[in-house]
């Protein structure tokens, strides 16, 4: 490369914003349709466990824990967040949120009830 070619293009650099993220310092903006960490409402579950049987990574485990009433587990170090399971659920008790802060330093923490 040609000496004035590398400064023109030293110099334009030097006015344009960078093109780097300032998280953590700043949240991110995921947007509306972003499918991170799941949120589950228990009082619209009836226990069917089709979210389970169209899991690709066999992330959610539907628990019986009272009569008509149920819990669910999530394997965070499994699930692909696809957002199958919320599309299968017939009646709404599954939703996708825009959280994507999960990293975790202790693994007894990977699976998560929701």
Known sequence: MQPGKILNVVLRSLFKKPVTSRYPAEKLDMGDKYRGKLKFYQE??????????????????????GEKQFSAELDLGKCIYCGQCVDTCPKKALEATNNVELAQLDYSKERVVL
């Open 44 to 65: 619209l579950c009836i226990g069917c466990k089709l979210c389970m049987r169209d899991c690709p990574s066999n992330a959610i485990t539907i628990k019986k824990i």
